[in-house]
């Protein structure tokens, strides 16, 4: 299978980005590199459908304005709001139809982590997904299975005509291609973060810079411990 066309495709990484981290930001650039993407749209989930009701999630304009921040120093990376300013949850499904009207002729490529696809059939619309987009699914060591059928879904499995070594394929409808992304990724979370800020330990060199002076001044995830009694 070969990689989109590079100067011509363009990422869409969607997440709740609580806070977006120096991971999340080279995940990026290393899916990026390897399919030769122009650029990468972030996209800040305002009302997550997947998130538990007491996991603690920062206001949407506040972590898309940090998304925004941490982007500003890359050229290739760039920040959208659709999700912010639309109302309800933030399903995925509806935002690609979107951005694939803004984006047309050109075919978005779904940058998702391995974790996350797992999930998908579970997500709304999952089969209309491959019907809009390319698939970069991100893979780091451990991995539970090297090959992409096995995650998902077995009543999807069959829409996929996947390669010999099981970590590309296409969609035998759309056509769209579903590729494996190996990165080496670095090992921090957004939860280890906010973890670390409620224990008022420090998270420099976790985030970019000018994040990290925002976390810490909005008090968004601080607060929270110490309103405890």
């Known amino acids: 299978m070969t990689a989109p066309d590079a100067g011509n495709a363009v990422g869409v990484y969607g997440g709740t980005f609580n806070p977006i981290h120096l991971g999340h930001l ?7 590199e390897c399919l030769g993407l122009e650029r990468v749209i972030f996209v800040p989930s305002a ?23 941490a982007v ?12 912010v300013e639309r109302e309800g949850p933030s399903y995925s499904v509806t935002t ?9 002729p050109a075919v978005p490529v779904f940058i998702i982590g391995h974790d996350a696809f797992c999930e998908i059939g579970t997500w709304r619309e999952p089969k209309a997904l491959f019907a809009l987009a390319h698939f970069a699914v991100m893979t780091r060591p451990p991995e539970r299975d090297g ?23 296409r969609h035998r409808v759309s056509d769209h291609w579903i590729r494996a992304v190996k990165i080496r990724g670095l090992d921090v979370s957004a939860s280890g973060i906010r973890q670390r800020i409620r224990e008022g330990r420090s998270t420099r060199y976790w985030l970019p810079e ?8 909005s ?5 929270r411990a110490e309103a405890r009694p």
């Not at 080279?26 to 990026?32: I, M, S």
């Not at 009302?47 to 921040?69: C, M, N, T, Y």
């Not at 500003?72 to 959208?80: T, Y």
Request: charged share 40%; aromatic share 8%; net charge negative.
């Open 147 to 169: 090959r992409l059928a096995a995650w998902l879904p077995e009543y999807m499995r069959d829409e996929i005509e996947f390669d010999e070594d099981g970590l590309s394929g």
């Open 210 to 217: 000018p994040v990290r002076r925002e976390v810490e001044k």
């Open 72 to 83: 500003a120093s890359n050229p290739r990376f760039e920040v959208d709001p659709i999700e």
């Open 219 to 223: 008090g968004c995830y601080r607060d």
């Open 26 to 32: 080279r995940a990026a650039e290393e899916v990026a």
């Open 47 to 69: 009302r997550p459908p997947h998130k538990s009701d007491g996991e603690e999630i920062a206001p949407a304009q506040q972590r898309f304005e940090w998304v925004k921040l």
């Open 96 to 104: 690609l139809v979107e951005l694939r009207r803004r984006l047309a």
